[in-house]
């Protein structure tokens, strides 16, 4: 079983930046990728930035040269660098992953707990 755990929210100023990161463990076998997804309140849960193993990222326009995310294949982590923070980003953002165990090879999508991102303006 694949587990996911963040950290990194918090409460911040407009302009300003925060860093999350997430760690996956457990018996894995394989990643397809990392990434982030942000559910505002009243709104869907909407993809932040996606990276697929040995590829590019991937991100949403509304993050676009502000939002950073990096892997780090040989801890299975993914971090989202968020700078120029708006208030619009305010939400709760949650750690995301596609795997495989060395029990189960069936690829099984996983979801961290979520951590609550706050920008003020």
């Known amino acids: 079983q694949v587990q996911l755990v963040e950290s ?3 409460l911040v100023q407009a302009g300003g930046s925060l ?8 018996n894995i076998r394989s990643i397809r990728h990392m990434g982030w997804y942000r559910q505002a309140p009243g ?3 909407e993809l932040v930035a996606v990276i697929f193993s040995g590829g590019s990222p991937n991100y949403a326009n509304s993050v676009k040269g502000r939002f ?5 294949y040989a801890k299975n982590t993914v971090s989202l660098q968020m700078n120029s923070l708006k208030p619009e980003d305010t939400a709760v953002y949650y750690c995301n992953t596609v795997a495989s165990t ?7 999508e996983v979801w ?8 003020s303006s």
């Open 43 to 45: 709104k869907q849960r």
């Open 68 to 72: 950073t995310v990096s892997r780090d």
């Open 102 to 108: 060395m029990t189960d090879y069936t690829y099984l």
């Open 8 to 10: 990194g929210g918090g």
């Open 112 to 119: 961290g707990q979520g951590t609550l991102v706050t920008v």
């Open 19 to 26: 860093r999350l990161s997430c760690a996956a463990s457990g």
